[in-house]
């Protein structure tokens, strides 16, 4: 069974910039969830979709948004972006079983703003 | 806020040592406390999970602590071994959202 993929798993770009990432969850999964991770912070909570619908959201500005497919891939997009926002982003799906909900990553990816 | 509060931060052991990290929540709402590994170039992965209905949970050389009065929960690494050298982020949650501690870096030397 394939994991969660994610893409691209490196990019480098320019301040101002714009960036769009993939994942692609575990077949059957629901939940798509996207983490942001910076050394000392840990895991940042950046929003949640089920059913294309964003369910959650967390603390962080509106230039980061996403969206979710009818077949439950998902993206998220950076918009004009700034040096602080070089971090791993991290999508985890989940079956979204309630009482059982175990969250399973991607490998991320590795955004470097110059 | 931080909802969850993970230390140490950095942690070195010697092989064959205890490796203990805790974790300290806020909301008495959380029903579901994982631990997850994370090695360098992988994203975290679950390695095991307690719900606040018990006291401790073992799977192997890990085992889980729970302290529900103290709204704390500690993860234990017994005969702790240089291929547990990892990040340990301990997790809260209440449902669907998951509140994650800032991370372990957990180092045992041979």
């Known amino acids: 069974k394939a994991g969660v993929t994610q893409t691209p798993r490196y990019l480098i770009k320019t301040r101002g910039q714009q960036v769009t990432l993939s994942c692609s969850p575990i077949?059957?999964?629901?939940?798509v969830s996207w983490y942001q991770q910076t050394p000392g912070q840990g895991l940042q909570f950046l929003f949640e979709?089920?059913?294309?619908?964003?369910?959650n959201k967390g603390n962080f500005p509106g230039r980061f948004s996403g969206r979710q497919f009818s077949n439950s891939r998902s993206e998220m997009n950076v918009s004009t972006l700034e040096l602080g926002d070089s971090a791993l982003y991290l999508c985890?799906?989940?079956?979204?079983?309630?009482?059982?909900?175990?969250?399973?990553f991607g490998a991320g990816s590795r955004l470097t703003v110059l | 806020q931080q909802q969850v509060k993970q230390s140490p931060q950095s942690l070195i052991v010697q092989k064959g040592g205890i490796s203990i990290i805790n974790c300290a929540y806020e909301?008495?709402?959380?029903?579901?406390f994982p631990w997850y590994q994370q090695f360098p170039g992988k994203g975290p992965a679950l390695l095991i999970a307690?719900?606040?209905?018990?006291s401790e949970k073992k799977e192997g050389r890990f085992t889980i602590s729970f302290n529900k009065s103290a709204k704390q929960f500690s993860l234990h690494i017994m005969d702790s071994q240089p291929g547990d050298s990892a990040t340990y982020f301990c997790?809260?949650?209440?449902?669907?959202?998951?509140?994650f501690g800032t991370g372990t870096s957990l180092t045992v030397i041979p």
């Open positions: 985890a799906s989940s079956l979204d079983v309630s009482g059982a909900n175990v969250l399973t």
């Open positions: 077949s059957g999964h629901r939940s």
């Open positions: 979709y089920f059913s294309e619908t964003q369910r």
């Open positions: 909301n008495t709402a959380f029903d579901y």
């Open positions: 307690i719900r606040p209905d018990v």
């Open positions: 997790a809260a949650s209440g449902g669907n959202q998951f509140y």
